[in-house]
């Protein structure tokens, strides 16, 4: 019906692709009266390349998590990239199960968003050619792509920010011991404030969930040597554990109970929060993940990409 070749019509349907504006125009207006729609499985199999990234998604209630999936879904969509997401539950030690799924729709790559896999399916995607890529989580194998932001340097600015504000019977709220991301934020942050003459901080764990964050909440609280600071792993523990403490204790938070968050998420920001953090430059990241996903790396690759924050101090840690 256009008069052109199969290949002019394929041409017509790339984005990018060297064909002139006149036999574009004749294509799309022949496929709008054939209401003909490019099959995208079938030119996968054609090129060996389905154009999906595949991405996993760990606590989909963790604000964080949900800015990184709009930072990537955007700009992958302007790459002409197609995502699939899937979310993983919060009691699964790994999405190995999720990850299944998708590699059965032949995704170009994966990315993780504070999910792991196991190292069985890690190798396997190796095997298969497909690159893995950690987003704000330290992978357990010692293999793929990490990007993450300053987990060590932003929890050593908290701390010298907290004993900088007076503090100093501090507490560190924690994710759960097997994250690596976890342990690099809490051992900056112990080795920083033990090395100025201070009692390891009181360790609890939040597991980076909200009802989890506020039992830890209560019982650091509750006890006789109630700490006068919290480090909590992320915001979102933080803003729980605000909330524990201004509507179930009554204490003033800054003055009497500092709390600092990690992320920065935009809730941390919010009049009512005014949370102090150490940022998480999410946009940053996702174009860092854009231009590695973009170049088609090789499956076998090892690279860590660390993105550095800046701290931003706010009311919950204002003493005066």
């Not at 030690?93 to 590699?103: F, I, N, P, Q, R």
């Not at 204790?249 to 919010?270: C, H, K, N, T």
Request: aromatic share 6%; proline share 3%; glycine share 8%.
């Amino acid at each position: 019906m256009a008069g052109v070749s199969q290949a002019a019509v394929s041409r017509a349907f790339t984005p990018g692709a060297s064909v002139s504006a006149e036999t574009r125009d004749r294509v799309l207006a022949a496929a709008q009266k054939l209401s003909y729609r490019p099959n995208l499985l079938a030119r996968s199999l054609v090129m060996g390349r389905s154009g999906i990234i595949g991405i996993v998604m760990g606590n989909p209630k963790n604000p964080s998590c949900t800015a990184a999936i709009e930072a990537l879904s955007t700009r992958l969509a302007k790459a002409g990239k197609h995502i699939l997401i899937f979310t993983s539950e919060k009691d699964k030690a790994t999405a190995d199960v999720h990850v299944e799924d998708l590699l059965k729709y032949r995704v170009d790559s994966l990315v993780l968003i504070a999910a792991n896999i196991s190292t069985t399916l890690a190798d396997h995607c190796r095997a298969s050619g497909i690159p893995v890529i950690h987003f704000n989580r330290v992978g357990k194998n010692a293999s793929g792509i990490t990007i993450t932001g300053a987990n060590i340097a932003g929890a050593r600015q908290i701390a010298e920010h907290l004993l900088r504000q007076g503090y100093r019977n501090l507490a560190y709220m924690a994710n759960f011991r097997g994250a690596k991301t976890n342990r690099q934020r809490e051992v900056a942050f112990t080795t920083f404030v033990t090395s100025h003459g201070l009692p390891a901080p009181q360790c609890i764990l939040g597991h980076f969930q909200r009802d989890g964050a506020m039992a830890a909440a209560r019982e650091l609280l509750s006890r006789r040597r109630r700490p006068d600071a919290i480090f909590c792993a992320n915001d979102y523990m933080a803003l729980a554990t605000m909330e524990v403490a201004r509507f179930e204790f009554g204490i003033a938070v800054g003055r009497e109970l500092g709390i600092a968050g990690f992320d920065d998420i935009e809730q941390a920001s919010w009049p009512s929060f005014d949370l102090t953090t150490y940022s998480h430059p999410v946009d940053i990241m996702a174009d860092k993940a854009l231009e590695i996903l973009l170049q088609d790396p090789d499956a076998d690759r090892t690279m860590d990409v660390v993105v550095e924050g800046e701290l931003k101090f706010r009311g919950s840690t204002r003493r005066d």
